[in-house]
């Protein structure tokens, strides 16, 4: 998720069983074609949503549970528990699991639903709706700070910082080194890190996943001290640059809107984000 100062968001939960593989779920769509339309961006949003949220479970070594209509990470009290809704026509056996999840969490619980389909109010949870955007391939200009692609742990740490304090991200303070970007995040499949420098200090933070020939943004952030200072353009079009090749997708706040469109970022579909009271 993202805006236009945060650019892209349980005890112990039983057993589940681990199922499948990140490409299970992408049979249909894991082709080279490049092109998208606005009809199936939710899908590939959703999709692609999986795969992230996928290896940051794995990375996190929460429990992830697949099934057709809906994929979940069931987290601690602090990470909580993050539905991934898959399909527009969950079924009553899927919604009462989803249930069945909510009432085991004691933490916080955030869904995502592309297609705006499923209502999830009788969770006591609250919705949202916010702007899908679809990118075609093409290049991009230079950053005017210096964005990086992470590779040391040091790095990462960085932007686990500048991400938590971009998000305001109560739920991992005090802070606990690695607990949102543990080391191993940057070896999941299709997953990169990238952090801005500005002064020599960081500025800001964002996670790309690449998942059946589409790319998609999460968590692009400014840290606080650094804000209207053209972080966000430039964390974008660092972390743009390796998928320039490559349609890509992101879920916008109404503050990121402005700033996705001037990069070629277009609206195509509605996401419905739902929170915990």
Known sequence: MTDGNHHRA??????????????????????????????????????????????????????????RGFLAVAGDERAGLRILVQEPDLGHEELAELIDL????????????????????SLDMH?????IMLRAPGAVAEPAIQVIRLRTEEDLRAAEQAVIAAFTLSRFEPYRAGEMFPATLTHQPGVDVFLARLDGEVAGACVTTVEGG???????????????????????????APITGLPVT?????????????LGFRVTATSTWWSSR
């Open 10 to 67: 349980m005890s112990p939960h039983r057993p589940y069983r681990r199922e499948g593989t990140p490409a299970a779920m992408t049979i249909d769509l894991n082709t080279r074609d490049r092109s998208a339309t606005p009809s199936d961006t939710s899908l590939r949003q959703a999709r692609n949503s999986a795969a992230f949220w996928t290896a940051v479970g794995h990375a996190r070594g929460h429990t992830v549970i697949r099934r």
């Open 127 to 131: 919705g949202r709706q916010m702007p």
């Open 214 to 240: 589409f790319g998609s943004h999460y968590w692009v952030g400014t840290a606080p001290a650094f804000r209207s200072r053209g972080v966000g353009r430039a964390i974008m079009l660092g972390s743009l």
């Open 250 to 262: 992101l879920t916008a706040s109404r503050l990121g809107r402005p700033l996705y469109e001037s």
């Open 102 to 121: 909510a009432g085991r969490a004691s933490g916080p619980i955030d869904a995502e639903d592309p297609f705006s389909a499923t209502d999830l109010s």
